[in-house]
Nanobody, 120 residues
Framework: QVQLVESGGGLVQAGGSLRLSCAAS?????????MGWFRQAPGQERELVAT????????RYADSVKGRFTISTDNAKNTVYLQMNSLKPEDTAVYYC????????????WGQGTQVTVSS
């Protein structure tokens, strides 16, 4: 069973940086084929921020974070990172780490989330 634990959230001023980490346990090649970061702001739907295919390193980003956020993995440590630079108040949200099984249509394993608050 895949378990995901996020860390690294906090309060930062606009223009600052944070790095989120997601420690994954129970992952196999197929059960954590893709890893992603999603976020949900109050009153809004959860949205995709960035994804990475662990075997190829292929990444995808939401337009709103391109050029500012970077997703990466350390497969030896089973850890996924989200480096967030040039943060804006609109980046304030709960950030979730997720894993998608090979062939699955949706992300099927989720962490508990970590709060990121960007002050203006």
């Amino acid at each position: 069973q895949v378990q995901l634990v996020e860390s690294g959230g906090g309060l930062v001023q606009a223009g600052g940086s944070l790095r989120l980490s997601c420690a994954a346990s129970g992952c196999t090649f197929s059960s954590c084929y893709d890893m992603g970061w999603f976020r949900q702001a109050p009153g809004q739907e959860r949205e995709l921020v960035a994804t990475i295919t662990r075997s190829t390193g292929t990444t995808r980003y939401a337009d709103s974070v391109k050029g500012r956020f970077t997703i990466s993995t350390d497969n030896a440590k089973n850890t996924v990172y989200l480096q967030m630079n040039s943060l804006k108040p609109e980046d304030t949200a709960v950030y979730y780490c997720a894993a998608r099984r090979l062939g699955a249509p949706v992300y099927n394993s989720w962490g508990q989330g970590t709060q990121v608050t960007v002050s203006s």
